[in-house]
Protein backbone atom coordinates (compact mmCIF):
# COMPACT_ATOMS: atom_id res chain seq x y z
CA UNK A 1 0.00 0.00 0.00
CA UNK A 2 1.43 3.76 -0.65
CA UNK A 3 -0.51 6.62 0.51
CA UNK A 4 0.58 9.87 0.17
CA UNK A 5 1.04 11.54 3.44
CA UNK A 6 -0.78 14.79 5.29
CA UNK A 7 0.50 17.69 6.89
CA UNK A 8 -0.27 19.44 9.87
CA UNK A 9 -2.92 21.18 8.17
CA UNK A 10 -4.50 18.08 6.93
CA UNK A 11 -3.01 18.68 3.13
CA UNK A 12 -1.27 16.58 0.83
CA UNK A 13 2.37 17.05 0.82
CA UNK A 14 5.40 17.18 -1.68
CA UNK A 15 8.63 18.49 -2.19
CA UNK A 16 10.39 15.28 -1.01
CA UNK A 17 10.20 12.48 -3.20
CA UNK A 18 9.55 9.09 -2.05
CA UNK A 19 9.85 10.89 1.69
CA UNK A 20 6.59 11.83 1.07
CA UNK A 21 4.36 8.52 1.21
CA UNK A 22 3.74 5.74 3.44
CA UNK A 23 4.88 2.60 2.03
CA UNK A 24 3.32 -0.84 3.84
CA UNK A 25 3.15 0.98 6.81
CA UNK A 26 0.69 0.89 9.41
CA UNK A 27 0.60 4.76 9.74
CA UNK A 28 -0.34 5.07 6.69
CA UNK A 29 -3.75 2.95 6.88
CA UNK A 30 -4.47 4.81 10.11
CA UNK A 31 -4.03 8.23 7.62
CA UNK A 32 -6.52 6.09 4.98
CA UNK A 33 -9.15 5.47 7.74
CA UNK A 34 -9.10 8.64 8.88
CA UNK A 35 -9.68 10.18 5.77
CA UNK A 36 -12.50 7.59 4.70
CA UNK A 37 -14.39 8.71 7.89
CA UNK A 38 -14.60 12.56 7.30
CA UNK A 39 -15.83 12.15 3.91
CA UNK A 40 -19.51 12.49 3.41
CA UNK A 41 -21.20 10.56 1.22
CA UNK A 42 -21.72 11.71 -2.11
CA UNK A 43 -18.73 14.64 -1.80
CA UNK A 44 -16.92 13.31 -4.03
CA UNK A 45 -17.53 13.84 -7.37
CA UNK A 46 -15.71 11.08 -9.00
CA UNK A 47 -17.55 8.78 -7.25
CA UNK A 48 -21.13 10.38 -5.25
CA UNK A 49 -21.29 6.50 -3.53
CA UNK A 50 -18.33 6.64 -1.17
CA UNK A 51 -18.15 8.49 1.62
CA UNK A 52 -19.53 8.32 5.63
CA UNK A 53 -23.59 8.38 5.35
CA UNK A 54 -23.71 11.48 8.05
CA UNK A 55 -26.83 12.73 6.71
CA UNK A 56 -29.00 9.17 6.74
CA UNK A 57 -27.49 7.28 9.66
CA UNK A 58 -25.50 9.65 11.78
CA UNK A 59 -26.70 12.67 12.56
CA UNK A 60 -29.97 13.06 14.70
CA UNK A 61 -30.91 12.16 18.41
CA UNK A 62 -30.69 8.80 19.20
CA UNK A 63 -28.96 7.70 16.36
CA UNK A 64 -25.59 5.72 18.29
CA UNK A 65 -26.72 2.14 17.19
CA UNK A 66 -26.83 3.07 13.57
CA UNK A 67 -23.80 5.68 13.61
CA UNK A 68 -21.44 2.66 15.14
CA UNK A 69 -22.79 0.10 12.93
CA UNK A 70 -21.94 2.64 9.90
CA UNK A 71 -19.20 4.18 11.00
CA UNK A 72 -17.49 0.66 11.86
CA UNK A 73 -18.22 -0.39 8.29
CA UNK A 74 -16.16 2.65 7.11
CA UNK A 75 -13.39 1.29 8.94
CA UNK A 76 -13.57 -2.05 7.56
CA UNK A 77 -13.75 -1.42 4.40
CA UNK A 78 -10.72 0.39 4.12
CA UNK A 79 -7.89 -1.15 1.98
CA UNK A 80 -5.48 -2.66 4.69
CA UNK A 81 -7.37 -2.81 7.28
CA UNK A 82 -8.21 -6.80 8.83
CA UNK A 83 -10.20 -5.93 11.62
CA UNK A 84 -11.22 -3.57 14.88
CA UNK A 85 -9.91 -4.78 18.04
CA UNK A 86 -11.30 -1.89 20.14
CA UNK A 87 -13.70 0.59 19.09
CA UNK A 88 -15.63 3.71 21.24
CA UNK A 89 -17.71 6.47 20.28
CA UNK A 90 -18.57 9.50 22.06
CA UNK A 91 -20.34 12.98 21.31
CA UNK A 92 -19.62 16.33 22.80
CA UNK A 93 -22.73 18.56 22.73
CA UNK A 94 -20.50 21.53 23.76
CA UNK A 95 -18.44 21.47 20.44
CA UNK A 96 -20.97 19.22 18.46
CA UNK A 97 -17.85 17.03 18.05
CA UNK A 98 -18.15 12.92 17.54
CA UNK A 99 -14.52 11.52 18.35
CA UNK A 100 -14.20 8.00 17.31
CA UNK A 101 -11.29 5.96 19.17
CA UNK A 102 -10.81 2.50 17.51
CA UNK A 103 -7.76 -0.31 17.51
CA UNK A 104 -7.22 -1.65 14.20
CA UNK A 105 -5.52 -4.34 13.10
CA UNK A 106 -4.05 -4.19 9.70
CA UNK A 107 -1.53 -5.91 7.08
CA UNK A 108 1.11 -3.88 8.89
CA UNK A 109 0.66 -4.09 12.56
CA UNK A 110 -1.36 -2.66 15.23
CA UNK A 111 -2.30 0.94 15.76
CA UNK A 112 -5.08 2.83 17.69
CA UNK A 113 -6.68 6.29 15.72
CA UNK A 114 -8.93 8.71 17.43
CA UNK A 115 -10.78 10.89 14.48
CA UNK A 116 -12.80 13.67 15.63
CA UNK A 117 -15.47 14.40 13.00
Known amino acids: MRYRMLDANGDCSFGQGQANFYVDQ ?10 RLKLNLGEWFLDTTDGTPFDTQVLGKYTQASYDAAIQARILGTPGVTGITAYSSSFNGQTRTLTITATISTAYGSTTITVPI
Open 26 to 35: VEGVAQAVAT
